[in-house]
T-cell receptor, first 108, second 113 residues
Framework: GQNIDQPTEMTATEGAIVQINCTYQTSGFNGLFWYQQHAGEAPTFLSYNVLDGLEEKGRFSSFLSRSKGYSYLLLKELQMKDSASYLCAVTQGGKLIFGQGTELSVKP | GAGVSQSPSNKVTEKGKDVELRCDPISGHTALYWYRQSLGQGLEFLIYFQGNSAPDKSGLPSDRFSAERTGGSVSTLTIQRTQQEDSAVYLC???????????FGAGTRLSVL
């Protein structure tokens, strides 16, 4: 079976740094995705981690530890437009298994 | 268009009616997926098409749900005898054959009254 956990909601301040955690227990793990989804819009790709370690892409970074079944998404220099839902998903047999998503609210 | 296109964007139907949801994937993408996003829930996998292979239907919640992919491109998700619990956003995604990233459409919001 699969179990993917991430916090339901988080709040952070504009300009700050926020870390969104994701833990997973799955069989047949290939890699882990992070997507961003604004309300009423399509999920958009942020990052894909296959190997352990940190991948940095501008203000966003993603970390994976396969041995611990753990990932995080790090958002720096938060902007109001970063208010969205952040979806953690693991690949399994070509399909994605999603967590429930973390609703991030950025306050001024 | 460059992205995944879904139609209609919104659909309101009465309980017991059949509905068809359409997905136009990115041109050249051989893999196509359907997911369902219910209120307060994560995305739930429904069905996966890859080229000419038999589809992975393991996520379809009941035999009222079916999907086709014609000519390796456009896909239609059909829900027969809709129930109120079918109300959700239905999302389609496509992927290049050798790629890893799935690209999503904006979804169809289905409301069953």
């Amino acid at each position: 079976g699969q179990n993917i956990d991430q916090p339901t909601e988080m709040t952070a301040t504009e300009g700050a740094i926020v870390q969104i955690n994701c833990t997973y227990q799955t069989s047949g793990f290939n890699g882990l995705f992070w997507y961003q989804q604004h309300a009423g819009e399509a999920p958009t790709f942020l990052s894909y981690n296959v190997l352990d370690g940190l991948e940095e892409k501008g203000r966003f970074s993603s970390f994976l530890s396969r041995s611990k079944g753990y990932s995080y998404l790090l958002l720096k220099e938060l902007q109001m437009k970063d208010s969205a839902s952040y979806l953690c998903a693991v690949t399994q047999g070509g399909k994605l298994i999603f967590g429930q998503g973390t609703e991030l609210s950025v306050k001024p | 268009g460059a992205g995944v296109s879904q139609s209609p964007s919104n659909k309101v139907t009465e309980k017991g009616k059949d509905v068809e949801l359409r997905c136009d994937p990115i041109s050249g993408h051989t893999a196509l997926y359907w997911y369902r996003q219910s209120l307060g829930q994560g995305l739930e996998f429904l069905i996966y098409f890859q080229g000419n292979s038999a589809p992975d239907k393991s996520g379809l919640p009941s035999d009222r749900f079916s999907a086709e992919r014609t000519g390796g491109s456009v896909s239609t998700l059909t829900i027969q005898r809709t129930q109120q619990e079918d109300s959700a956003v239905y999302l389609c995604a496509s992927r290049e054959g050798t790629g890893d990233i799935q690209y999503f459409g904006a979804g169809t919001r289905l409301s069953v009254l």
